[in-house]
């Protein structure tokens, strides 16, 4: 069942989410939270060269635990690297890639994003991309975004694979304007990322932090359609994505093995009450950049 879950390493390397009290967990503990994924069934594991460590970690894991070909690895062009970088794009995307491949301990990775959508607008950086893919150094390659019309203009494209996008409770916008429709007609695979949008909608409406005090009426909204279908907060977040059958793997992150192990229970589950879905969509479809886009938060 967890075949279509993608865990995500950021809090690996960063002390990462608004809900994260405790920072990033001991490198032991990181080892546990991948040993129980495994076990589990998780194939995909999404990291990049932006989230501190995360990559030396997984390198070490894999060493330590003689698997180098049995994860789906994929990682991320480090943001904004090729503006201060007086090499060829293409050279520079091409050692990036294999910088990855030696600290994860890896012969390919399964799939390799730019982590700067626009990125995405420089033929230098693409073909980088597309001559890596040739050489066998990636299966797939893709592209990371924040806004709604990158996606559409990603899924356009003949040349990419993997496409990973926001979407959650709160951030509907991939709903819009057969975007879905677009990416299976080109053959691009979606992933699925911020289901919790980093801890938010896990959050008390009452302990929101004064930054953040604008979202607590959406909240109030969710918290109103669980108790109707006597769901959790975690529960309605989690399958609010996975349910979704456009969506071919969710991206998820967890501070500490009881929140993966949890969340992986819930998946486990059967699939929830359709009308709970589209009571989600018709509530909270509509909700503010300042709310749906964490890089907004500490200017609001």
Same mark, same amino acid.
């Given at each position: 069942m967890n075949n279509r879950l993608c865990l995500g390493t950021v809090q690996f390397g960063l002390d990462y989410g608004v809900n994260n009290k405790k920072g990033k967990p001991s490198k032991d503990h990181v080892f546990e939270m991948l040993d129980i994924a495994v076990d589990r069934g998780l194939q995909?594991?999404? #990291? *990049? *060269?932006?989230?501190?460590?995360? $990559?030396?970690? %997984?390198?070490?894991?894999? *060493? /330590?635990?003689? %698997?180098?070909?049995?994860?789906?690895?994929? =990682?991320? &062009?480090?943001? +904004? &690297? %090729? @503006? #201060? +970088? /007086?090499? =060829?794009? $293409? #050279?520079?995307? $091409?050692?990036e890639i294999i910088n990855s491949l030696k600290k994860m301990n890896l012969e390919a990775l399964n799939g390799y994003l730019l982590h700067t959508p626009t990125d995405f607008y420089n033929s230098e950086i693409m073909e980088g991309l597309v001559r890596s893919k040739e050489k066998g150094l990636v299966k797939n390659i893709g592209v990371s975004i924040y806004e709604f019309s990158h996606a559409m203009d990603v899924v356009s494209s003949d040349s990419v694979d993997y496409i990973q996008v926001p979407y959650s409770i709160f951030d509907q916008r991939m709903d819009r304007d057969l975007f879905f429709?677009?990416?299976?007609?080109?053959?691009?695979?979606?992933?699925?990322? /911020?289901?919790?949008?980093?801890?938010?909608?896990?959050?008390?409406? @009452? /302990?929101l932090p004064h930054h953040l005090e604008h979202a607590k009426r959406y909240l109030k909204i969710y918290e109103e359609i669980l108790n109707k279908y006597r769901m959790t907060k975690i529960e309605g977040a989690i399958h609010f994505s996975y349910d979704n059958p456009n969506i071919d793997y969710v991206v998820f992150g967890v501070d500490n093995k009881e929140q993966l192990i949890k969340n992986l229970d819930i998946v486990d589950k059967n699939e929830i009450n359709k009308d709970y879905l589209n009571s989600i969509k018709a509530a909270l479809s509509n909700i503010e950049e300042s709310i749906i886009f964490p890089s907004l938060w500490a200017k609001k």
């Open positions: 995909y594991f999404d #990291t *990049a *060269a932006a989230y501190g460590n995360a $990559e030396e970690l %997984i390198g070490e894991y894999v *060493a /330590s635990r003689g %698997i180098k070909n049995k994860l789906e690895i994929i =990682s991320k &062009l480090k943001p +904004n &690297l %090729i @503006d #201060t +970088n /007086s090499k =060829s794009p $293409e #050279t520079v995307v $091409e050692k429709q677009k990416a299976k007609g080109n053959n691009v695979k979606v992933f699925a990322r /911020s289901a919790f949008l980093q801890g938010l909608l896990v959050m008390d409406g @009452d /302990s």
